[in-house]
């Protein structure tokens, strides 16, 4: 009896694997007739999980929740795992997210592989913006979306908008967007890079040690930063080294000879509250 139960099982894990995590979502609100609520029978609904049978939670019957696509929201302001990567069965099927609740006692849970919504994301079939909120908040989903799309940083979560390398990622794909773009120049890059700063938690934006992973990778964007930071020795260190690099070999032996080219090279720093800084003999 067991391998025909372990047999069943994986039929049904299988199925699931081929379902799409990315279909539309349920509607959050009960289905009405007539303009008026239909009469609902919620009883105890207990989540077992698929694979080991264990209880994942039990649910009074008060409830409420009229749709499977409900009961994922549900699983996700308590467990923290995205409705897109929750498959609910009952009677051996897989429910639909508009699938109803009503007199269900018992439907079997299981949390499918995140690599099929990630591919979906990393080819734009699938947009960050349609996703739901746990979606949104998932580092592993967030990452491959920004990186496909910078646009995509402003629908993340607060959380993910205060992650340094997903404003990173950000600020790498328009990089490479626009050394695609380099005959037609459609892409403005400093209106670019200012948005996605504008985008991230302004905490992040305060914070030294992402400034500095800004400058030495975008030397220019230190106009971006706010004032204080503009004046911070270890930003300002960290710009130009990395802008030194852009200079002929015979001229970054030099210290004083590099300063006084990154200032006459550079409007965003001539104009910088760097100017404080020339004759400092360390930078």
Same mark, same amino acid.
């Given at each position: 009896?067991? #391998?025909?139960?372990?047999?069943?099982?994986?039929?049904?894990?299988?199925?699931?694997?081929?379902?799409? #995590?990315?279909?539309?979502?349920g %509607?959050?609100?009960?289905?009405?007739?007539? $303009?008026?609520? =239909?009469?609902?029978?919620?009883?105890?609904?207990?989540?077992?999980?698929?694979?080991? $049978?264990?209880?994942?939670? =039990?649910?009074?019957? @008060?409830?409420?929740?009229?749709?499977?696509?409900?009961?994922?929201?549900?699983?996700?302001?308590?467990?923290?795992?995205?409705?897109?990567?929750?498959?609910?069965?009952?009677? $051996?099927l897989?429910? $639909?997210?508009?699938?109803?609740?009503q007199?269900?006692?018992?439907?079997?849970?299981?949390?499918? %592989?995140?690599? *099929?919504?990630?591919?979906? &994301?990393?080819?734009?079939? !699938?947009?960050?913006? %349609?996703?739901?909120?746990?979606?949104?908040?998932?580092?592993?989903?967030?990452l491959?979306?920004?990186?496909?799309?910078?646009?995509?940083?402003?629908? *993340?979560?607060? #959380?993910m908008?205060q +992650?340094?390398?997903?404003?990173?990622?950000? &600020?790498?794909c328009?990089?490479?967007l626009?050394?695609?773009?380099?005959?037609?120049?459609?892409? @403005?890059?400093?209106?670019?890079?200012?948005?996605?700063?504008?985008?991230?938690?302004?905490?992040?934006?305060?914070?030294?040690?992402?400034a500095? /992973?800004? =400058?030495?990778?975008?030397?220019?964007?230190?106009?971006?930063?706010?004032?204080?930071?503009?004046?911070?020795?270890?930003?300002?260190?960290?710009?130009?080294?990395? !802008?030194?690099?852009? &200079?002929?070999?015979?001229?970054r /032996?030099?210290?004083?000879? !590099?300063?006084? %080219?990154?200032?006459? !090279?550079?409007?965003? &720093?001539?104009?910088?509250?760097?100017?404080?800084?020339? @004759? +400092?003999?360390?930078?």
């Amino acid at each position: 009896l067991w #391998p025909s139960v372990q047999g069943f099982r994986q039929a049904l894990l299988t199925a699931m694997c081929r379902g799409d #995590p990315t279909r539309q979502m349920g %509607s959050t609100h009960c289905p009405s007739s007539g $303009g008026g609520p =239909v009469p609902t029978k919620f009883v105890q609904l207990t989540v077992s999980q698929l694979l080991s $049978g264990e209880v994942l939670m =039990v649910i009074p019957s @008060n409830h409420g929740l009229c749709n499977v696509w409900q009961l994922k929201e549900h699983i996700f302001a308590q467990k923290g795992i995205a409705a897109e990567l929750q498959g609910i069965f009952s009677s $051996g099927l897989e429910l $639909g997210n508009e699938d109803t609740l009503q007199g269900l006692e018992t439907v079997m849970w299981f949390r499918r %592989s995140s690599e *099929a919504l990630i591919e979906a &994301l990393q080819g734009g079939n !699938t947009q960050l913006h %349609s996703l739901s909120d746990g979606a949104k908040n998932d580092r592993d989903l967030v990452l491959p979306a920004v990186r496909k799309d910078w646009k995509a940083l402003q629908h *993340a979560s607060l #959380p993910m908008r205060q +992650d340094p390398e997903i404003v990173l990622a950000a &600020l790498d794909c328009i990089m490479r967007l626009v050394e695609k773009d380099r005959t037609e120049k459609k892409i @403005n890059l400093p209106e670019a890079q200012e948005q996605i700063i504008n985008m991230a938690d302004i905490r992040l934006r305060q914070n030294r040690d992402f400034a500095c /992973a800004v =400058v030495h990778r975008f030397p220019l964007m230190l106009r971006l930063l706010p004032d204080s930071l503009k004046r911070d020795r270890e930003v300002l260190a960290c710009c130009l080294a990395s !802008t030194s690099r852009f &200079l002929p070999i015979d001229r970054r /032996a030099s210290i004083g000879a !590099t300063v006084v %080219s990154l200032f006459e !090279t550079s409007e965003e &720093l001539k104009h910088s509250e760097c100017q404080g800084f020339q @004759n +400092d003999r360390s930078l």
